[in-house]
């Protein structure tokens, strides 16, 4: 079976930094993924990690642990437009030629002035 | 930048009626794929397609559904027979066959209302 827990809700103030946890019970693991879901529109890819370790990207960073089944979303100084759902998803295909993701439930970042 | 399209963008049909969702993935791209989202709720799994056949299909993707590649560009998705419970957003999504980091691309989404 496949499990990803992730925060309902966060909020944070414009400027700050958050994190955002994910933790993940699968049966296979091929990497790991982050990405943003605005309201009413499509997820879009923020960052991959299939190695332990941090992966930074501009604002975003996201860090990796297998042993722990742990990842964490990191966004730094935070705009309004941050504001939006954050989809954890991890790749755990049954077989060696499907690719596809499970989703976690997303966790939705109020970012206030 | 090349990007996944979809149609209709939102579509209303009476439960019972057949619905076909289409989609033109990245025409780079080797491996498409179909997920759903009801309101308020994740993005879940249905169905993966690959060299011509689906790879891998969730237990949501049941007999009503199908999925065909009719051309070398449009990936549709066919509801025979809807239900009330099959109104979500219809996301279809492709990625690369090998190398980088495989993300998927998703479409703007296609969203059903079933009455």
């Known amino acids: 079976g496949q499990n990803i827990d992730q925060p309902t809700e966060m909020t944070a103030t414009e400027g700050a930094i958050v994190q955002i946890n994910c933790t993940y019970q699968t049966s296979g693991f091929n990497g790991l993924f982050w990405y943003q879901q605005h309201a009413g529109e499509a997820p879009t890819f923020l960052s991959y990690n299939v190695l332990d370790g941090l992966e930074e990207k501009g604002r975003f960073s996201s860090f990796l642990s297998r042993s722990k089944g742990y990842s964490y979303l990191l966004l730094k100084e935070l705009q309004m437009k941050d504001s939006a759902s954050y989809l954890c998803?991890?790749?755990?295909?049954?077989?060696?030629?499907?690719?596809?993701?499970?989703f976690g439930s997303g966790t939705q970042l109020t970012v206030l002035p | 930048e090349p990007e996944v399209t979809q149609t209709p963008s939102h579509q209303v049909t009476q439960m019972g009626q057949e619905v076909i969702l289409r989609c033109v993935p990245i025409s780079n791209h080797l491996y498409f794929y179909w997920y759903r989202q009801i309101l308020g709720q994740k993005v879940e799994f249905l169905v993966s397609f690959y060299n011509n056949e689906i790879s891998e299909k969730s237990e949501i993707f049941d007999d009503q559904f199908s999925v065909e590649r009719p051309d070398g560009s449009n990936f549709t998705l066919k509801i025979r027979s809807t239900k009330l419970e099959d109104s979500a957003m219809y996301f279809c999504?492709?990625?690369f066959g090998t190398g980088g980091t495989g993300e998927l691309f998703f479409g703007e989404g296609s969203r059903l209302t079933v009455l």
């Open positions: 999504a492709s990625s």
């Open positions: 998803a991890v790749r755990d295909p049954p077989s060696g030629s499907a690719r596809q993701l499970t």
